[in-house]
């Protein structure tokens, strides 16, 4: 499985990041698996933010829930993550995965006027 991760490397202070994570190989729909979104902040540690699993149920971290949407597109094999509000904490190297067993390369988003 390969997973890719995409979208604004540069976000405004109290807009709303936009990111993408494409599948390959695995269908996100069809396979018992959770897909995940988890962040690391510049010198900090990882922090799961939420993730969709096969069913379409989705689950957030109750920190960042009231700013967080996540969706998928079967269509497309691809989820999405929306944070919205964002402020300069928010910057972070953003990776989609497959469980905890699959990764993307991850992107970095700043967060910044």
């Known amino acids: 499985v390969q997973l890719q991760e995409s979208g604004p490397g540069l976000v405004k202070p109290s807009q709303t990041l936009s990111l993408t994570c494409t599948v390959s190989v695995d269908s996100i729909a069809a396979t018992c698996y ?42 497309k094999n691809q989820f999405t993550l929306q944070l919205r509000a964002v402020t300069p904490e928010d910057t972070a190297v953003y990776y989609c995965t497959r469980t905890m067993a699959y990764w993307g390369n991850g992107t970095l988003v700043t967060v910044s006027s």
């Open 34 to 75: 959770s897909w995940n979104w988890i962040r690391q902040p510049p010198g900090k540690g990882l922090e799961w933010i939420g993730a969709v699993v096969y069913s379409g149920d989705i689950y957030y971290s109750p920190s960042l829930k009231s700013r967080t949407n996540i969706s998928r597109d079967t269509s």
